[in-house]
């Protein structure tokens, strides 16, 4: 049965915010606090779920990535910004800004948009590897190192970049393999930079990771041999969650490290006047702090560029009544 729309929003908004983790909240609060009229729709799947914390923001470091958007929330309320759960599947531009329609049928309208929707890992598949992510299966060091320092850790080699992975995460550990699975073949050079930094090599296809009692205890090959390990570190293909912006026509560039994004200039402003985005979906690096950082950017350029449209409306208004004006005054001195 085809779902009808439940409802229209009658109110316009200045600025429909899609996503509501870190970046999207922070882009609510900053709009709020310009008195912008702001709505954030979030699905409620953010990718940081898994995590234990969130690390390297400043006085909020470990924080659980739940407990940092319940605070968000209501800071991004506390300024008047709505908040809608639900799932945004599409957007179009209207005379006077956009359409977003959500998946229940609804539709939300806005002079504006910020889309700040995040990124897909597209992870090794391999069994345990989903399971385990977030936790002890990881990508980067700056977010996870300091959780998993001193332990045996493992890189499970699946691109040009498990190299690059090993010599980073060595700072954080001198128990480390090096899995070269489907990685490209060592260079001499390679080969005697991880021998140099104790890096161990452990040749042949990685068949699956063991866990134990509900924690990783091994990498498991193709030919049965168990490589105990703590933690085993992975090379995601990041990309964008551009659905919204594919329905309006932004498309998405690769990444030289690999993955896609939506290329923005400096304040999150996209190829589509109207239309910015923040976080991940264009920045598929960024850490959370990062990520809420480009939000107050992307905020303080949509509230210029409405103050810029308003502003040329208010000047067009001025000069017609002042025509107007002197039009009567003409006539009055006429007769």
Known sequence: ??????????????????GGGAAGLTAAVVLGRARRSAIVIDAGSPRNAPAAGV??????DGISPTELVEIGRKEAERYGSQLRRGEARSARRTEDGFEVTLADGSLVVARRLLVSTGLVDELPD???????????????????GWEVRDQAIGILGTGERSVHQALMFRQWTSDLVLFTHTA????????????????????GKVDSLDITDDRLSGVRMVDGTVVPRQAVVVAPRMVAASGVLAS????????????????ADPTGSTEMPGVWVAGNVTDLGAQVVMAAA????AAAAINADLINE???????????NTRTATAVDAKRSAA
Request: aromatic share 6%.
């Open 248 to 263: 309006l026509g932004i498309r998405t560039n690769e990444h030289p490290f690999g993955g896609e994004f939506v290329p």
């Open 294 to 297: 480009a939000a107050v950017s």
């Open 1 to 18: 049965m085809t779902r009808q729309p439940t409802d229209r929003l009658t109110q316009q908004f200045d600025v429909a915010v899609i």
């Open 184 to 203: 490209p073949q060592l260079t001499e050079e390679q080969a005697e930079e991880l021998a140099a930094r104790n890096i161990r090599i452990v040749t």
């Open 55 to 60: 690390h390297g923001f400043l006085t909020r």
């Open 126 to 144: 391999l069994p345990g590897i989903r399971e385990r992510w977030g936790r002890d299966v990881l990508h980067c060091p700056y977010c996870h």
């Open 310 to 320: 308003e502003t040329r409306a208010a000047v067009a208004s001025h000069r017609t």
